[in-house]
């Protein structure tokens, strides 16, 4: 299996998981507890590094699969598009109340190319 660098996705599952405590609606401050989040995001990245997505042919459906059970899991809705089943794209929407300017994060790939 190619060695494959997919930090991205973690950071966005650990800053998903940070800013929704288990609802994206809450106002009131947190206390964040850093070790669990860190204790969180390593297995969640040893997971993500274990799909074997090498492209060609690529077959990211069970890495997004994993990735919306998670932000599911936190209150985030997601949604899978695919044109071919094994080729899929996550889109994940946390609403704001309009009181800021909106924020966009994307990850344009979750596969991997053999080095």
Not at 8 to 22: D, E, M, V, Y
Not at 109 to 115: A, F, H, K, L
């Amino acid at each position: 299996m190619p060695v494959c660098r997919r930090l991205l996705p973690c950071t966005l599952i650990a800053l998903f998981a940070a800013l929704t405590p288990g609802t994206a609606q809450s106002q009131r401050p947190i206390e964040l507890d850093w070790k669990q989040i860190e204790e969180e995001t390593i297995r969640h990245f040893q997971t993500l590094l274990r799909f074997e997505t090498t492209d060609p042919p690529g077959n990211e459906r069970p890495m997004a699969e994993y990735l919306k059970g998670v932000l599911e899991a936190e209150g985030i809705p997601v949604q899978i598009f695919a044109l071919d089943p094994k080729r899929t794209n996550l889109v994940a929407r946390i609403k704001g109340n309009g009181t800021k300017r909106p924020l966009l994060l994307m990850v344009t790939s979750t596969s991997c190319r053999s080095t």
